[in-house]
């Protein structure tokens, strides 16, 4: 079965960090473009940040740019959401997703082929 398994969401205070993990199982996460994207209550989904698996280009939404950032550990079929400084405005159920077209990356959530369960991250003191 083809699946992206999230975790690492939880309940943190006001600047701190949290990392989530993405782990494929079923097939290889190599030449796949990764989204992460989230989705707040009575908010659209967002796009989050997004990145190439080519040259690593990436989009990042303007409200996480310098305090997100994403890492792959091929080794572990798995990609990480490095979460920092984080703020109430976070809060939001967190999707990773992966595109077989990897050489771009895409902002789209229709663009995308396998989607996580999501995970749970609320920022509140």
């Known amino acids: 079965q083809l699946q992206l398994v999230e975790s690492g969401g939880g309940l943190v205070q006001p600047g701190g960090s949290l990392r989530l993990s993405c782990a494929a199982s079923?097939?290889?996460?190599?030449?796949?473009?990764i989204g992460w994207f989230r989705q707040a209550p009575g908010k659209e989904h967002e796009p989050v940040l997004c990145?190439?698996?080519?040259?690593?280009?990436?989009y990042y939404a303007d409200s996480v740019k310098g305090r997100f950032t994403v890492s792959r550990d091929k080794a572990k079929n798995t990609v990480y959401l490095q979460m920092n400084s984080l703020k109430p405005g976070d809060t939001a159920v967190y999707y990773c997703?992966?595109?077989?077209?990897?050489?771009?990356?895409?902002?789209?959530?229709?663009?995308?082929?396998?989607w996580g369960q999501g995970t749970q991250v609320t920022v509140s003191s």
């Open positions: 997703a992966a595109r077989d077209h990897g050489e771009t990356f895409a902002i789209s959530a229709s663009l995308y082929d396998y």
């Open positions: 079923g097939f290889t996460l190599d030449h796949y473009a």
């Open positions: 990145i190439s698996d080519s040259d690593g280009s990436t």
